[in-house]
């Protein structure tokens, strides 16, 4: 496909326009084209915006009581605001946000209308019914009247107790989002109806490796929820095992991290070329990613249990070996981000070896975002690489190394391409120009820094063996030694860094609300919404990769090698034994 | 499928890189000797360490420090919310021999680090963690419980102390 570079990162394109009968110029933007599922898509992503702005409002009180810059919470409330912090922005503000995006993405590359209007309903419903059970008890437990609460943290670990209610709500969101994935799927078998022989477009290829990632490995929450913990809360069954149940939890709980990354993956290759002013270098290499995230992100859970007694030495080098293995398709994406980019540069007429990348357009917020958000994510991946090393894990541990490390990922790498990705998505979703475009111009670079200053002293401190969760890192009998800086210098770095980062969720929520309640409907947009073809098309890959029941039938396998036996260890001796009562009794 | 030069290149020296952090690893077990904690510390049922029943187990004795026959075994509690012993008075262990830990709760799930080093283990309700630990130097070492554990966690610490040989006194064997 010829397109003019130059045009196709700035306004809407003749493209973008079709005559009509009575002679008069129809947009074709993609609320234009797909009300419907425009409007499925605007209502997840302002349900992921309000949760990110009470997220992170809770953040900023931690980072501000944890460095003892200002305390307005007792410390025994701590924990609960952690609760709401890590629910809010790790299960909530992802799980919308990725379904706002791929119910944009699914259609946009199908060419095809979501098939059933109730299912569209129903998963909306279930997914925000599960959300306000669930974001209803960790606030509770702030109020003294409201008898629910939930100071479980995002990890629910048994025998720490919630109210049913927190975990009746979390198994909505997840069962919801299992209904979200049925509607991409059957929109993709309508638009399959009418090409039998044509490959899936890139898009939708990765929507849909990205769901059977998500049912194969949130199965395992699904049942540590409704099989164990709902009985158990609720009085039926008097004990749980805390190590199969936090098993369970962490067979969902890698997997859940790429379920945050992937769709800023989907950005990255399909989007970000395009902003950069050129073309994604190879549409077959980035199916190969996502068939390997596929594959490979389930069976390695057991690296979050490096430390955890009761699990074999074997079975955690195996799930190590995978780990490893899971960096070769985040290692491919970096080598296409860079080359897409340095390729867009190029056919705007940059030179030199590094002299391209000032070339490259970074005044726009959409590029700049998404393109720093890359940059964060690599530094993410390095102390992710430290992590996953079975014997270097035990000095970071537990520390607040890991926060820092999971900061860059998915509060960075997801949180920051979302942000972005909307200042240009939003206007496609709504009809309406961007608002405040100055603000949202800088705003990227707010959060860039604030996470430089933040995620480097948490690193740092993670070092000096300073705990992660908790309200009052000072103690009587310990000591900390920064191996790097001081103490006392990482705890401003980490207070001046979390109020920028809160600055910045703040001026990027002045943009969405200003854009929702200023935009006028119906205006010539900035942006369009035509994505090039790549260098490398589909037609050069064999059509294996499009075989999806192929590699779901091989993730299935790897899972079960991975886990089949650790977990007949785990339930031989006694599925509910050695068993734990509620605590708080 | 055309794959360009340089992608092709990448994508070798990425499978070099992965390759050689697993053989990193491998050599850390095999080499050094740096062990896991794993499943030999054995289960135990929550609630008889809770009522101290340790004469109904194999694998915990009573909190305390031994000096046996086998070396010095150090049995802890991590509980709501001190470690026993540790938090009260120091554990005291003896330099420059291997030193058994088996750390469990009879509550919710904790952890054991001393901040700043490689001794690092969950304590999960129903698992005793066993590890071994060498402490080359005397001087203290503050233990954090870094798992949240309620909503009195960050009080949660103690100390393990390390004298010389001749300073060392065990508890009973």
Partial sequence: ?585 | MHVHRFERLWFGVSLVLIVAFIGTIIYGAVGPGIAMVDDSGGTVEPSVIADGNYEQTNNFREPGVYDTEDGVEVYVIARQYFFQPGTTEPIRVPAGEPISFHVTSPDVTHGFNLAGTNVNTMVIPGQVAEFSVTFEETGEHGIVCHEYCGSGHHTMEGQVVVVEQSEFEGGEN
């Fill in chain 1, 1 to 585: 496909m010829a397109t003019e570079h130059g045009t196709e990162t700035g306004f809407e394109t003749e493209q973008e326009y079709v005559e009509t009968e009575d002679g008069t110029r129809r947009r074709l933007a993609f609320v234009d084209r797909f009300p419907e599922a425009a409007r499925t898509a605007r209502i997840c992503l302002w349900i992921a915006f309000a949760a990110f702005g009470v997220g992170a409002l809770f953040g900023l009180i931690q980072a501000l009581h944890r460095t003892n810059t200002l305390r307005i919470i007792p410390s025994s409330d701590y924990y609960t605001i952690l609760t709401g912090h890590g629910v809010l922005l790790a299960l909530v503000f992802t799980t919308f946000g990725i379904a706002g995006l791929f119910h944009w993405a699914n259609t946009r590359s199908l060419g095809v209308s979501p098939t059933s209007r109730r299912l569209t309903q129903g998963w909306l419903w279930t997914m925000s019914i599960g959300t306000l059970l669930a974001a209803g008890t960790i606030v509770g437990g702030l109020f003294d009247w409201i008898p629910a609460s939930a100071d479980v943290l995002y990890t629910f670990y048994a025998p720490l107790e919630a109210h049913p209610l927190f975990y009746i709500g979390a198994a909505l969101l997840i069962v919801g989002s299992w209904g979200a994935g049925l509607d991409w799927f059957l929109q993709y078998r309508e638009w399959r109806s009418h090409n039998p022989d044509a490959r899936i477009p890139l898009q939708s290829f990765m929507v849909m490796t990205t769901m059977l990632m998500w049912y194969l490995s949130s199965a395992g929450v699904a049942i540590e929820v409704v099989f164990f913990l709902i009985p158990w809360s609720l009085g039926l069954i008097s004990q749980v095992d805390p190590l199969l149940t936090r098993t369970l939890f962490w067979y969902f709980g890698h997997p859940v991290v790429y379920f945050w990354l992937l769709p800023a993956y989907v950005v990255w290759y399909t989007v970000l070329p395009k902003l950069a002013g050129g073309r994604l270098f190879s549409d077959p290499l980035a199916r190969v990613t996502f068939v390997l995230f596929l594959l490979l992100s389930t069976p390695v859970g057991f690296h979050h249990q490096y430390t955890d007694p009761g699990i074999a030495s074997g079975y955690k080098l195996v799930a190590m070996t995978n780990t490893f293995f899971l960096l070769l398709p985040s290692l491919l994406t970096l080598f296409t981000v860079v080359a897409s980019m340095e390729h867009g540069a190029r056919q705007q007429g940059a030179k030199g070896y590094l002299a391209w990348l000032k070339d490259l357009p970074w005044e726009r917020p959409e590029f700049s975002g998404v393109a720093l958000a890359g940059i964060m994510f690599a530094a993410g991946g390095f102390s992710g690489m430290i992590n996953a090393g079975m014997n270097i894990n035990y000095l970071i541990h537990n520390t607040i190394w890991v926060p820092g490390h999971f900061h860059l990922t998915v509060g960075t790498a997801y949180a920051l391409t979302l942000m972005a990705i909307a200042y240009w998505l939003v206007p496609q979703l709504t009809g309406k120009r961007l608002q405040f475009r100055g603000m949202a111009a800088i705003q990227p670079f707010v959060w860039f820094v604030g996470m430089v200053l933040m995620s480097n002293a948490m690193h740092r401190g993670g070092l000096a063996g300073i705990p992660r969760r908790t309200a009052e890192p000072q103690y009587d009998q310990v000591t900390f030694d920064a191996v790097v800086g001081t103490v006392g210098e990482m705890r401003i770095q980490i207070a001046i860094g979390g109020t920028l980062l809160f600055v910045g969720a703040m001026m990027f929520l002045a943009v969405m609300a200003g854009t929702w309640a200023l935009g006028k409907p119906n205006s010539q947009l900035r942006v369009n919404g035509s994505i090039p073809e790549p260098l490398s098309g589909a037609e050069e890959s064999p059509r294996v990769l499009d075989n999806l029941k192929l590699w779901t039938a091989i993730a299935i396998a790897l899972v079960l090698l991975a886990y089949g036996i650790p977990l007949y260890d785990m339930v031989a001796d006694g599925i509910l034994w050695p068993g734990s009562v509620p605590f708080p009794e």
